[in-house]
Nanobody, 121 residues
């Protein structure tokens, strides 16, 4: 069993900052890609940012220069630092982590429970 626990969402004014965290625990042999997605009301879930085990990052164009993804492999935790927030960043944010639970097992994607980020204008 693997659990992902997210924290750090909330209400912030435009131009403000928030930091999201997502900690994985349980049956973990290795973690490859860790990422953040978001889903606004009436819209499809979209990739916000991702980071590989080697530290390579990928960002949606809409957040480049404002958001920073990082990971602490010793803690099995991924972070999303969000600066210069805009009302259009309002969404439920979900972490996604690709985990092998034991040696030789196939990697599997796990999702966090989601955390609400609301940016007021």
């Amino acid at each position: 069993q693997v659990q992902l626990v997210e924290s750090g969402g909330g209400l912030v004014q435009a131009g403000g900052s928030l930091r999201l965290s997502c900690a994985a625990s349980g049956s973990i042999f290795s973690i490859s890609t860790m990422g953040w997605y978001r889903q606004a009301p009436g819209k499809q879930r979209e990739l916000v940012a991702a980071i590989t085990s080697g530290g390579t990052t990928n960002y949606a164009d809409s957040v480049k220069g404002r958001f920073t993804i990082s990971r602490d492999s010793a803690k099995n935790t991924v972070y999303l630092q969000m600066n210069s927030l805009k009302p259009e960043d309002t969404a439920v944010y979900y972490c996604n982590v690709r985990i092998r639970s034991w040696y030789g097992s196939a990697p599997r994607d796990y999702w966090g429970q989601g955390t609400q980020v609301t940016v007021s204008s």
